[in-house]
Protein backbone atom coordinates (compact mmCIF):
# COMPACT_ATOMS: atom_id res chain seq x y z
CA UNK A 1 0.00 0.00 0.00
CA UNK A 2 2.54 2.50 1.09
CA UNK A 3 4.21 2.30 -2.63
CA UNK A 4 1.00 3.21 -4.14
CA UNK A 5 0.20 6.91 -5.75
CA UNK A 6 -1.47 9.37 -4.37
CA UNK A 7 -4.26 9.39 -6.99
CA UNK A 8 -4.16 5.47 -6.18
CA UNK A 9 -4.28 5.96 -2.82
CA UNK A 10 -7.04 8.57 -2.99
CA UNK A 11 -9.26 5.32 -4.77
CA UNK A 12 -8.37 3.06 -1.99
CA UNK A 13 -9.66 5.79 0.34
CA UNK A 14 -12.63 6.32 -1.71
CA UNK A 15 -13.45 2.51 -1.97
CA UNK A 16 -12.89 2.18 1.76
CA UNK A 17 -10.17 -0.56 1.34
CA UNK A 18 -8.20 1.07 3.92
CA UNK A 19 -9.32 4.21 5.88
CA UNK A 20 -6.36 6.89 6.77
CA UNK A 21 -6.16 6.19 10.37
CA UNK A 22 -4.21 3.14 8.91
CA UNK A 23 -3.24 4.43 5.89
CA UNK A 24 -1.26 6.89 8.60
CA UNK A 25 -0.25 4.82 10.71
CA UNK A 26 1.33 2.51 7.74
CA UNK A 27 3.61 5.70 6.82
CA UNK A 28 4.12 6.74 10.25
CA UNK A 29 5.81 3.37 11.05
CA UNK A 30 7.68 3.53 8.00
CA UNK A 31 9.05 6.79 9.09
CA UNK A 32 10.26 5.18 12.81
CA UNK A 33 11.58 2.37 10.61
CA UNK A 34 13.59 4.03 7.38
CA UNK A 35 13.97 7.50 8.49
CA UNK A 36 17.26 6.81 10.82
CA UNK A 37 19.25 5.60 7.64
CA UNK A 38 17.83 8.85 5.96
CA UNK A 39 17.60 11.78 8.65
CA UNK A 40 14.97 12.98 6.11
CA UNK A 41 12.39 14.40 9.09
CA UNK A 42 13.08 17.12 11.27
CA UNK A 43 9.49 16.66 13.25
CA UNK A 44 7.06 14.32 12.87
CA UNK A 45 3.79 15.13 14.36
CA UNK A 46 2.19 11.39 14.98
CA UNK A 47 -0.63 12.47 17.28
CA UNK A 48 -1.53 15.91 15.14
CA UNK A 49 -1.55 12.97 12.04
CA UNK A 50 -3.46 10.50 13.65
CA UNK A 51 -5.67 13.48 14.47
CA UNK A 52 -6.05 14.61 11.23
CA UNK A 53 -7.11 11.16 9.73
CA UNK A 54 -9.84 10.53 12.53
CA UNK A 55 -10.95 13.87 11.03
CA UNK A 56 -10.46 12.71 7.51
CA UNK A 57 -12.35 9.46 7.86
CA UNK A 58 -15.49 11.32 9.48
CA UNK A 59 -15.69 13.70 6.69
CA UNK A 60 -15.40 11.06 4.05
CA UNK A 61 -18.36 9.31 5.85
CA UNK A 62 -20.38 12.35 5.30
CA UNK A 63 -19.61 12.91 1.99
CA UNK A 64 -16.95 15.65 1.86
CA UNK A 65 -14.71 14.32 0.31
CA UNK A 66 -11.49 16.20 -1.56
CA UNK A 67 -9.54 13.82 -3.93
CA UNK A 68 -7.04 14.40 -1.49
CA UNK A 69 -9.28 14.03 1.73
CA UNK A 70 -7.22 11.81 4.20
CA UNK A 71 -4.16 11.26 1.95
CA UNK A 72 -1.11 11.43 4.62
CA UNK A 73 1.59 14.45 3.64
CA UNK A 74 4.47 16.33 4.36
CA UNK A 75 5.21 20.03 4.13
CA UNK A 76 9.19 21.22 3.85
CA UNK A 77 10.46 22.72 7.15
CA UNK A 78 10.23 26.20 5.58
CA UNK A 79 6.62 26.67 5.52
CA UNK A 80 5.13 28.08 8.45
CA UNK A 81 2.90 25.80 11.02
CA UNK A 82 1.10 27.10 13.45
CA UNK A 83 2.32 25.24 17.05
CA UNK A 84 4.96 23.64 15.60
CA UNK A 85 8.59 24.03 15.26
CA UNK A 86 9.41 25.63 11.93
CA UNK A 87 13.16 25.64 11.58
CA UNK A 88 14.12 26.53 8.30
CA UNK A 89 17.04 23.88 8.84
CA UNK A 90 19.03 26.39 10.88
CA UNK A 91 20.30 26.68 14.66
CA UNK A 92 18.86 30.14 14.77
CA UNK A 93 15.06 29.06 14.17
CA UNK A 94 15.71 25.91 16.58
CA UNK A 95 12.95 26.94 18.77
CA UNK A 96 10.71 28.99 17.04
CA UNK A 97 7.17 27.60 17.07
CA UNK A 98 4.90 29.32 14.51
CA UNK A 99 1.87 31.42 15.85
CA UNK A 100 0.36 30.74 12.35
CA UNK A 101 0.21 28.76 9.16
CA UNK A 102 1.57 29.31 5.79
CA UNK A 103 -1.39 29.82 3.03
CA UNK A 104 0.29 26.42 1.87
CA UNK A 105 -0.46 24.37 4.98
CA UNK A 106 -3.88 26.12 5.39
CA UNK A 107 -4.61 24.88 2.13
CA UNK A 108 -4.01 21.30 2.38
CA UNK A 109 -5.88 21.82 5.99
CA UNK A 110 -8.98 22.65 4.01
CA UNK A 111 -8.25 19.78 1.93
CA UNK A 112 -8.36 17.48 5.13
CA UNK A 113 -4.85 15.92 4.15
CA UNK A 114 -2.97 14.74 7.32
CA UNK A 115 0.46 15.97 8.05
CA UNK A 116 2.98 13.59 8.82
CA UNK A 117 5.69 16.03 9.89
CA UNK A 118 8.36 18.41 8.41
CA UNK A 119 11.29 17.63 6.07
CA UNK A 120 14.62 18.46 6.17
CA UNK A 121 16.27 21.44 4.46
CA UNK A 122 19.35 23.07 3.36
CA UNK A 123 19.59 25.73 6.13
CA UNK A 124 17.25 28.83 5.24
CA UNK A 125 17.11 26.94 1.39
CA UNK A 126 20.88 27.90 0.64
CA UNK A 127 22.44 24.50 -0.72
CA UNK A 128 22.59 22.16 -3.37
CA UNK A 129 22.63 18.87 -1.42
CA UNK A 130 21.12 19.05 1.85
CA UNK A 131 24.47 19.02 3.59
CA UNK A 132 23.80 22.70 5.44
CA UNK A 133 20.95 21.44 7.68
CA UNK A 134 21.80 22.22 11.34
CA UNK A 135 20.04 18.88 11.95
CA UNK A 136 22.82 17.14 9.86
CA UNK A 137 22.98 15.96 6.11
CA UNK A 138 19.99 13.91 4.53
CA UNK A 139 21.03 10.77 2.36
CA UNK A 140 19.61 9.52 -0.68
CA UNK A 141 17.86 6.57 -0.50
CA UNK A 142 19.53 5.17 -4.01
CA UNK A 143 22.84 5.46 -2.42
CA UNK A 144 23.61 6.06 1.53
CA UNK A 145 27.04 7.68 0.79
CA UNK A 146 25.13 10.27 -1.81
CA UNK A 147 23.25 13.99 -1.24
CA UNK A 148 19.86 13.80 -2.20
CA UNK A 149 20.20 17.21 -3.56
CA UNK A 150 18.96 20.25 -1.88
CA UNK A 151 17.53 22.72 -0.76
CA UNK A 152 14.56 20.25 -0.78
CA UNK A 153 16.06 17.05 -0.13
CA UNK A 154 14.51 15.84 2.65
CA UNK A 155 10.93 15.89 0.99
CA UNK A 156 12.68 14.31 -2.09
CA UNK A 157 14.37 11.59 -0.06
CA UNK A 158 11.07 10.77 1.67
CA UNK A 159 8.94 10.60 -1.32
CA UNK A 160 11.33 8.58 -2.87
CA UNK A 161 12.08 5.70 0.16
CA UNK A 162 8.14 6.02 0.42
CA UNK A 163 8.04 7.52 4.04
CA UNK A 164 5.26 9.94 2.89
CA UNK A 165 3.44 9.96 -0.87
CA UNK A 166 3.78 13.48 -1.14
CA UNK A 167 5.22 16.40 0.23
CA UNK A 168 6.27 20.39 -0.40
CA UNK A 169 9.19 21.94 -1.74
CA UNK A 170 10.75 25.14 -2.17
CA UNK A 171 12.48 26.62 -5.61
CA UNK A 172 14.73 29.17 -5.81
CA UNK A 173 17.95 28.16 -7.86
CA UNK A 174 16.81 24.76 -8.70
CA UNK A 175 15.80 23.41 -5.18
CA UNK A 176 12.59 21.17 -6.38
CA UNK A 177 13.74 20.04 -9.48
CA UNK A 178 17.65 18.94 -8.80
CA UNK A 179 16.49 16.58 -5.90
CA UNK A 180 13.82 15.17 -7.61
CA UNK A 181 15.86 14.27 -10.11
CA UNK A 182 18.69 12.71 -7.88
CA UNK A 183 16.13 10.99 -5.71
CA UNK A 184 14.19 9.42 -8.87
CA UNK A 185 10.65 11.28 -8.33
CA UNK A 186 8.44 13.92 -9.77
CA UNK A 187 8.89 17.71 -8.79
CA UNK A 188 7.22 20.52 -10.19
CA UNK A 189 8.12 24.57 -9.93
CA UNK A 190 5.08 26.48 -10.82
CA UNK A 191 5.51 30.00 -11.85
CA UNK A 192 6.65 32.89 -10.27
CA UNK A 193 3.38 34.08 -8.31
CA UNK A 194 1.33 30.99 -9.00
CA UNK A 195 1.68 29.72 -5.37
CA UNK A 196 1.61 31.72 -2.79
CA UNK A 197 4.48 32.62 -0.67
CA UNK A 198 2.78 33.76 2.64
CA UNK A 199 4.43 32.17 5.61
CA UNK A 200 7.16 30.22 3.46
CA UNK A 201 10.46 31.86 5.00
CA UNK A 202 12.01 33.79 2.69
CA UNK A 203 15.50 33.24 1.15
CA UNK A 204 15.14 35.23 -2.22
CA UNK A 205 11.92 36.91 -2.67
CA UNK A 206 12.02 37.40 -6.32
CA UNK A 207 12.55 33.97 -6.87
CA UNK A 208 11.32 31.54 -4.24
CA UNK A 209 8.41 29.59 -5.52
CA UNK A 210 6.50 26.60 -3.60
CA UNK A 211 5.55 23.30 -5.13
CA UNK A 212 4.82 19.85 -4.76
CA UNK A 213 6.77 17.01 -5.36
CA UNK A 214 5.81 13.00 -5.56
CA UNK A 215 5.64 9.66 -7.30
CA UNK A 216 4.09 10.82 -10.37
CA UNK A 217 2.87 13.64 -12.90
CA UNK A 218 -0.52 12.80 -11.89
CA UNK A 219 -0.12 13.17 -8.38
CA UNK A 220 1.66 16.49 -8.89
CA UNK A 221 -1.33 17.91 -10.72
CA UNK A 222 -3.85 17.24 -7.76
CA UNK A 223 -1.09 18.80 -5.03
CA UNK A 224 -1.19 21.40 -7.22
CA UNK A 225 -4.83 21.88 -7.94
CA UNK A 226 -4.77 22.56 -3.72
CA UNK A 227 -1.26 24.89 -3.74
CA UNK A 228 -2.16 27.03 -7.03
CA UNK A 229 -3.64 30.06 -6.61
CA UNK A 230 -3.92 34.04 -5.71
CA UNK A 231 -3.54 35.33 -2.05
CA UNK A 232 -4.79 38.63 -0.84
CA UNK A 233 -1.91 38.14 1.82
CA UNK A 234 0.74 37.97 -0.62
CA UNK A 235 1.38 40.88 -2.82
CA UNK A 236 3.51 38.72 -5.22
CA UNK A 237 0.47 36.23 -6.17
CA UNK A 238 -0.65 36.89 -9.20
CA UNK A 239 -4.65 36.99 -9.97
CA UNK A 240 -5.19 34.36 -12.85
CA UNK A 241 -8.01 31.85 -12.69
CA UNK A 242 -6.39 28.07 -11.79
CA UNK A 243 -7.18 25.39 -14.01
CA UNK A 244 -7.86 21.83 -12.92
CA UNK A 245 -4.53 20.35 -13.83
CA UNK A 246 -5.62 16.75 -13.69
CA UNK A 247 -8.38 17.48 -16.98
CA UNK A 248 -5.65 17.79 -19.48
CA UNK A 249 -3.51 15.22 -18.68
CA UNK A 250 -4.31 12.92 -20.88
CA UNK A 251 -4.25 15.32 -24.06
CA UNK A 252 -2.52 13.92 -27.61
CA UNK A 253 0.86 15.38 -27.43
CA UNK A 254 0.54 15.06 -31.49
CA UNK A 255 2.04 18.67 -32.88
CA UNK A 256 3.78 19.62 -29.27
CA UNK A 257 6.83 21.81 -29.89
CA UNK A 258 9.58 20.47 -28.42
CA UNK A 259 12.91 22.85 -28.23
CA UNK A 260 16.02 21.63 -27.21
CA UNK A 261 18.49 24.63 -26.14
CA UNK A 262 22.06 23.83 -27.71
CA UNK A 263 24.18 25.58 -24.87
CA UNK A 264 22.43 22.66 -22.82
CA UNK A 265 24.08 19.63 -24.46
CA UNK A 266 27.21 20.84 -25.08
CA UNK A 267 30.31 20.87 -22.88
CA UNK A 268 29.57 19.93 -18.81
CA UNK A 269 27.36 17.10 -19.37
CA UNK A 270 27.83 13.82 -18.79
CA UNK A 271 27.89 11.68 -21.69
CA UNK A 272 25.83 8.81 -20.47
CA UNK A 273 23.10 11.55 -19.12
CA UNK A 274 23.17 13.13 -22.76
CA UNK A 275 22.34 9.04 -24.11
CA UNK A 276 19.29 8.89 -21.65
CA UNK A 277 18.17 12.69 -22.25
CA UNK A 278 18.32 11.23 -26.13
CA UNK A 279 16.61 8.48 -25.52
CA UNK A 280 13.35 10.48 -23.78
CA UNK A 281 13.27 12.41 -26.82
CA UNK A 282 12.95 9.50 -28.54
CA UNK A 283 9.80 8.57 -26.78
CA UNK A 284 8.23 12.07 -27.19
CA UNK A 285 8.53 11.76 -30.86
CA UNK A 286 6.73 8.62 -30.40
CA UNK A 287 4.17 10.46 -28.94
CA UNK A 288 3.71 12.87 -31.61
CA UNK A 289 5.90 15.59 -30.54
CA UNK A 290 7.89 17.49 -32.77
CA UNK A 291 11.41 18.69 -31.67
CA UNK A 292 13.32 22.34 -32.47
CA UNK A 293 17.06 23.11 -31.82
CA UNK A 294 16.89 26.45 -30.26
CA UNK A 295 19.21 29.07 -28.68
CA UNK A 296 19.14 30.92 -25.02
CA UNK A 297 22.47 32.33 -25.66
CA UNK A 298 22.47 34.32 -21.96
CA UNK A 299 21.86 31.23 -19.95
CA UNK A 300 25.77 30.99 -19.69
CA UNK A 301 25.47 33.74 -17.52
CA UNK A 302 22.73 32.40 -15.44
CA UNK A 303 24.84 31.27 -12.77
CA UNK A 304 27.25 34.64 -11.97
CA UNK A 305 23.47 36.35 -12.26
CA UNK A 306 22.07 34.37 -9.95
CA UNK A 307 25.30 34.40 -7.12
CA UNK A 308 24.78 38.03 -7.19
CA UNK A 309 21.07 38.90 -6.95
CA UNK A 310 19.72 35.37 -4.27
CA UNK A 311 22.57 36.51 -1.82
CA UNK A 312 21.47 40.27 -2.29
CA UNK A 313 18.22 39.47 -1.53
CA UNK A 314 18.87 36.82 1.24
CA UNK A 315 21.33 39.67 2.89
CA UNK A 316 18.01 41.72 2.98
CA UNK A 317 15.66 38.85 4.03
CA UNK A 318 18.19 37.56 7.14
CA UNK A 319 18.75 41.10 8.85
CA UNK A 320 15.50 40.68 11.10
CA UNK A 321 17.40 37.17 13.12
CA UNK A 322 18.92 39.52 15.26
CA UNK A 323 18.33 37.15 18.14
CA UNK A 324 15.68 40.21 19.70
CA UNK A 325 12.53 39.42 18.72
CA UNK A 326 12.28 35.55 18.01
CA UNK A 327 15.04 32.98 17.55
CA UNK A 328 18.32 31.98 18.76
CA UNK A 329 20.07 34.54 21.48
CA UNK A 330 23.73 34.02 22.49
CA UNK A 331 24.00 33.97 26.00
CA UNK A 332 24.81 36.83 28.29
CA UNK A 333 25.76 39.35 25.69
CA UNK A 334 27.71 42.61 26.82
CA UNK A 335 25.87 44.91 24.79
CA UNK A 336 23.20 45.29 22.30
CA UNK A 337 26.37 44.71 19.36
CA UNK A 338 27.57 41.83 20.77
CA UNK A 339 24.11 40.40 20.93
CA UNK A 340 23.44 40.93 17.27
CA UNK A 341 27.02 39.53 16.61
CA UNK A 342 27.02 36.33 18.33
CA UNK A 343 23.32 35.80 18.32
CA UNK A 344 23.93 35.48 14.31
CA UNK A 345 27.39 34.21 14.25
CA UNK A 346 26.41 31.08 16.55
CA UNK A 347 22.84 30.99 14.86
CA UNK A 348 23.88 30.83 11.09
CA UNK A 349 26.07 27.98 9.38
CA UNK A 350 28.78 28.86 7.20
CA UNK A 351 27.16 28.68 4.12
CA UNK A 352 24.45 30.93 5.03
CA UNK A 353 26.77 33.64 6.20
CA UNK A 354 28.74 33.14 3.12
CA UNK A 355 25.79 34.41 1.10
CA UNK A 356 24.90 37.52 3.56
CA UNK A 357 28.59 38.93 3.45
CA UNK A 358 28.29 37.97 -1.09
CA UNK A 359 25.19 39.70 -1.09
CA UNK A 360 25.46 42.54 1.79
CA UNK A 361 28.81 43.42 -0.32
CA UNK A 362 26.98 43.70 -3.66
CA UNK A 363 24.46 46.26 -2.38
CA UNK A 364 26.65 48.29 -0.35
CA UNK A 365 27.71 51.56 -1.63
CA UNK A 366 29.48 51.82 -4.80
CA UNK A 367 29.01 48.62 -5.61
CA UNK A 368 25.28 48.34 -6.63
CA UNK A 369 25.71 49.46 -9.81
CA UNK A 370 28.59 47.42 -10.70
CA UNK A 371 27.32 44.10 -9.50
CA UNK A 372 23.86 43.81 -8.02
CA UNK A 373 21.96 46.40 -10.94
CA UNK A 374 24.19 44.77 -13.87
CA UNK A 375 23.19 41.02 -12.40
CA UNK A 376 19.29 42.42 -12.86
CA UNK A 377 20.03 43.71 -16.47
CA UNK A 378 21.15 40.36 -16.89
CA UNK A 379 18.60 38.53 -15.39
CA UNK A 380 15.70 40.52 -18.20
CA UNK A 381 17.81 39.30 -21.11
CA UNK A 382 17.87 35.95 -20.06
CA UNK A 383 13.45 36.37 -19.53
CA UNK A 384 13.99 37.74 -23.11
CA UNK A 385 15.65 34.41 -24.55
CA UNK A 386 13.30 32.12 -23.06
CA UNK A 387 10.41 34.86 -24.24
CA UNK A 388 11.56 34.63 -27.78
CA UNK A 389 12.18 30.46 -28.14
CA UNK A 390 8.52 30.41 -26.74
CA UNK A 391 7.67 32.05 -30.31
CA UNK A 392 8.81 28.92 -31.53
CA UNK A 393 7.93 26.00 -29.65
CA UNK A 394 6.01 25.09 -26.92
CA UNK A 395 7.99 23.23 -24.31
CA UNK A 396 11.43 23.22 -23.59
CA UNK A 397 13.63 20.20 -22.33
CA UNK A 398 16.52 19.79 -21.16
CA UNK A 399 18.88 17.54 -18.60
CA UNK A 400 18.07 18.41 -14.76
CA UNK A 401 20.85 18.25 -13.65
CA UNK A 402 24.81 17.01 -15.79
CA UNK A 403 25.52 14.26 -13.07
CA UNK A 404 23.61 12.02 -10.64
CA UNK A 405 24.05 12.18 -7.39
CA UNK A 406 27.09 13.07 -6.00
CA UNK A 407 29.18 11.33 -2.63
CA UNK A 408 28.42 13.23 0.66
CA UNK A 409 31.23 15.78 1.17
CA UNK A 410 32.27 15.38 -2.56
CA UNK A 411 31.53 19.79 -2.88
CA UNK A 412 31.73 20.88 0.50
CA UNK A 413 34.99 22.30 0.18
CA UNK A 414 34.36 23.90 -3.05
CA UNK A 415 31.18 26.17 -3.45
CA UNK A 416 31.59 26.86 -7.10
CA UNK A 417 31.33 23.16 -8.08
CA UNK A 418 28.24 22.74 -5.83
CA UNK A 419 26.80 25.86 -7.24
CA UNK A 420 26.92 24.19 -11.19
CA UNK A 421 25.00 21.44 -10.12
CA UNK A 422 21.81 23.56 -10.79
CA UNK A 423 23.15 25.24 -14.07
CA UNK A 424 20.02 23.57 -16.19
CA UNK A 425 17.44 24.95 -13.55
CA UNK A 426 18.22 28.62 -12.05
CA UNK A 427 17.85 30.14 -15.18
CA UNK A 428 14.38 29.06 -15.03
CA UNK A 429 14.20 30.60 -11.83
CA UNK A 430 15.67 33.97 -12.91
CA UNK A 431 13.09 34.02 -15.43
CA UNK A 432 9.93 33.18 -13.30
CA UNK A 433 8.82 30.49 -15.72
CA UNK A 434 7.42 27.06 -14.34
CA UNK A 435 9.55 24.12 -14.46
CA UNK A 436 9.10 20.06 -13.52
CA UNK A 437 11.75 17.26 -13.15
CA UNK A 438 10.81 13.73 -13.62
CA UNK A 439 12.75 11.06 -13.74
CA UNK A 440 14.24 9.99 -17.15
CA UNK A 441 16.29 6.28 -16.47
CA UNK A 442 19.38 5.72 -14.44
CA UNK A 443 23.56 5.43 -14.21
CA UNK A 444 24.54 2.93 -12.09
CA UNK A 445 21.31 2.69 -10.24
CA UNK A 446 20.99 6.20 -9.50
CA UNK A 447 18.32 8.24 -10.83
CA UNK A 448 18.91 11.17 -14.20
CA UNK A 449 16.39 13.80 -13.81
CA UNK A 450 14.11 15.34 -17.43
CA UNK A 451 13.74 18.60 -17.32
CA UNK A 452 10.10 20.33 -19.01
CA UNK A 453 10.02 24.00 -18.87
CA UNK A 454 7.08 25.73 -20.06
CA UNK A 455 5.75 29.24 -20.68
CA UNK A 456 4.37 31.57 -17.91
CA UNK A 457 1.19 29.94 -15.89
CA UNK A 458 1.47 26.82 -18.93
CA UNK A 459 2.01 24.32 -15.69
CA UNK A 460 -0.82 22.26 -17.48
CA UNK A 461 1.02 21.48 -20.74
CA UNK A 462 3.87 20.52 -18.60
CA UNK A 463 2.05 18.21 -16.78
CA UNK A 464 0.26 16.51 -19.56
CA UNK A 465 3.60 16.31 -21.64
CA UNK A 466 5.42 14.94 -18.85
CA UNK A 467 2.36 12.41 -17.62
CA UNK A 468 1.96 11.22 -21.17
CA UNK A 469 5.89 10.39 -20.85
CA UNK A 470 5.28 8.31 -17.77
CA UNK A 471 2.30 6.86 -19.15
CA UNK A 472 5.34 4.94 -21.49
CA UNK A 473 7.94 4.55 -19.69
CA UNK A 474 8.48 2.86 -15.70
CA UNK A 475 11.22 5.09 -14.52
CA UNK A 476 8.71 6.76 -12.04
CA UNK A 477 7.73 3.34 -10.53
CA UNK A 478 11.09 2.04 -9.54
CA UNK A 479 12.13 1.70 -6.17
CA UNK A 480 15.20 2.11 -4.14
CA UNK A 481 16.40 -1.40 -2.86
CA UNK A 482 15.73 -1.92 0.77
CA UNK A 483 12.64 0.72 0.95
Known amino acids: MAHKTIAQLSNELQTKKISSVELTQLFLDRIKRFDKQLNSFITVTEEQ ?4 AKKADEERSKGNAHPLTGIPFAQKDIFCTKDIKTSCGSKILDNFISPYDATVVTRFKESNTVLLGKTNMDEFAMGSSNETSFYGTVKNPWDL ?28 GGSIRQPAGFCGI ?59 YT ?90 EDLYKRSRSEGFGNEVKRRIMIGTYALSAGYY ?103 VTDWHTRTPEGF
Open 247 to 336: QTLNNSLNGLRIGLPKEFFESGLDNEIATLIQSAIQEFKKLGATIHEITLPNSGLSIPAYYVIAPAECSSNLARYDGVRFGYRCNEPKDL
Open 186 to 244: SGIKPTYGRVSRYGMIAFASSLDQGGPMARSAEDLALLLNVMAGVDEKDSTSIDKPVPD
Open 145 to 172: ERVPGGSSGGSAAAVAAYLTPGATGTDT
Open 369 to 471: DTYYLKAQKIRGLIRQDFVDAFKNVDIILSPTSPTTAFKLGEKTSDPISMYLSDMYTIAVNLAGLPGLSIPAGFIKNLPVGLQLVGNFFDEARLLNAAHQYQQ
Open 49 to 52: ALSD
